[in-house]
């Protein structure tokens, strides 16, 4: 479990291939249940003025999606 | 280990390549020590007296503390993805040290392209890791489709085992004491190829390896799987550089060199 920011559909569509900050972009991924989130350390480090309401979305709990090691 | 008796020095004294790539990180926003200059300049002199500048493609000494600042390639830092600037994506940190991944959705795209820049059978990457802690499913690299496809990556995994990828996926290759330390994959032929931990041989994969056949961009802080990121990894870089194969004897030169850029630059 982590700390992440969940995003809509239409959040995710916004944020994807943007960037946060100089150098630095959104990469949207989904949780176990296939919901979209962000990290708290991307919306903690947005300046880009065309985002930043991405700083008044609630932090919450995120479930990875489990992964199968390769090798 | 040579040490040049002549550098090429500017009027700060700095290797002006160096001095080239430091001009590009204060530009960007970035700050760093004069111990972390002087560093830098002997990583530079170091690399080329002993001839290895010359097989780096890309080398990413990872200095002044912001995205801006750490996505140059050192050996030609210009703002350019040509350039394989890194472009950066996720939720990475950046401070006096390096760069640090968070497992999550990290993504660090060198622009090196497999099928351009990284030779199939002559090509290296070498990286510094501060992470002692790997978080086990994650990568760095290419892997040219799921199965049995080409793969040149790195994978750090917890319980003291380490699984390294050149070209073809092989399980866990064995056991390390401690994931802190200097990784170095070589590719040097079809057969033969070496993985090497802190300068010294860790595994020989004797069977053959294959080509890659995608165009795939290659990443760090996760894994390029035939397009798709997978694998995000947990690392702390504190130096990456990928280039052209290099030989037993280079590895361990490359690890002292690197080992005393970490040491030197404080991390």
């Known amino acids: 479990m982590i700390k ?68 | 280990m040579r040490f040049a008796p002549f550098a090429f020095e500017n009027s700060t004294g700095l290797d002006s390549d160096a001095q080239l790539y430091l001009n590009a990180v204060t530009t960007a926003g970035g700050t760093y020590t004069s111990n972390q200059s002087q560093a830098v300049n002997q990583l530079f002199i170091d690399l080329k007296s002993n001839n290895l500048y010359t097989k780096i493609q890309a080398l990413y000494p990872f200095v002044g503390g912001t995205a801006a600042s750490n996505k140059f390639n050192a050996k030609n830092p210009v703002d350019t993805d040509a350039a394989y600037r890194i472009t ?38 070498a990286f510094f890791n501060r992470q002692t802690s790997p978080n086990s499913t994650g990568w760095d690299g290419i892997w040219d489709s799921a199965g049995t496809g080409g793969v040149f990556g790195c994978n750090l995994q917890t319980g003291g085992q380490l699984s390294l990828g050149l070209n073809f996926l092989s399980g866990t290759l064995g056991t390390i004491p401690n994931y802190n330390g200097t990784f170095i994959g070589s590719v040097t032929g079809t057969t033969n190829n070496k993985f090497y931990k802190d300068g010294s041989t860790f595994y020989t994969r004797t069977p053959s390896v294959s080509a890659f056949n995608h165009s795939l961009n290659f990443y760090i802080g996760s894994m390029n799987v035939n397009g798709t990121t997978q694998y995000y990894n947990n690392n702390k870089y504190g130096f990456y550089a990928i280039g052209t194969g290099i030989s037993t004897t280079e590895a361990s030169i490359y690890n002292t060199i690197i080992t005393n850029y970490i040491t030197t630059s404080g991390r």
Do not use: M, R
Not at chain 1, 4 to 21: H, M, P, R, S
Not at chain 1, 54 to 69: G, N
Not at chain 2, 89 to 109: D, K, L, R
């Open chain 2, 88 to 125: 950066f994506s996720g939720g990475w940190t950046y401070n006096a040290s390096g760069v640090t991944a968070n497992g999550t959705n990290c993504i660090g795209n060198t622009h090196l392209v497999s099928t351009v820049d990284l030779l199939d059978y002559n090509k290296h990457y």
């Open chain 1, 4 to 71: 992440g920011i969940k995003l809509t559909e239409e959040q995710k569509d916004l944020l994807t291939n943007q960037l946060f900050a100089e150098n630095s972009y959104f990469n949207p991924i989904q949780d176990i249940n296939d919901d979209w989130f962000i990290t708290d350390i991307e919306q903690n480090n947005t300046i880009n003025p065309n985002f930043i309401w991405v700083k008044d979305l609630e932090i919450t709990d995120i479930e990875l999606k489990p992964v199968i090691p390769i090798g």
